[in-house]
């Protein structure tokens, strides 16, 4: 399996609504299936190889700063309706 035609399904994942788009375990499973089916003779090259562990761990520290902002969104949330603000409509 080319490396290209692994990115070109990761980045049409991109264009999906965010209930159906790739995560940490997909992303995996491409790269994990990449090299199981990759020719022996002519493995990926190195830079491909070490480009796609970039993209998991730059997704892997997107992750957790989505999920600490949305904490930090709950909290700013409950601070401010115990302090009788108008309650703001989130966006997800």
């Known amino acids: ?15 999906r609504p ?8 997909d992303f995996i499973r491409l790269m994990t299936t990449q090299m ?3 020719d022996p003779l002519e493995p990926v090259d190195n830079k491909e190889m070490i480009a796609q562990m ?3 761990s730059s997704l892997s520290g997107i992750e ?7 904490a930090i969104s709950t909290q700013l949330d409950q601070v401010l309706s115990a302090q009788g603000a108008p309650q703001t409509v ?3």
């Open 54 to 56: 970039a993209q998991f």
């Open 18 to 25: 965010p209930s159906q788009m790739l995560g940490q375990a």
């Open 36 to 38: 199981k089916l990759q």
């Open 1 to 15: 399996m080319a490396v290209s035609s692994v990115t070109s399904a990761a980045q049409q994942g991109a264009s």
């Open 64 to 70: 957790n700063i989505n999920s600490t902002l949305k």
């Open 90 to 92: 989130t966006q997800e």
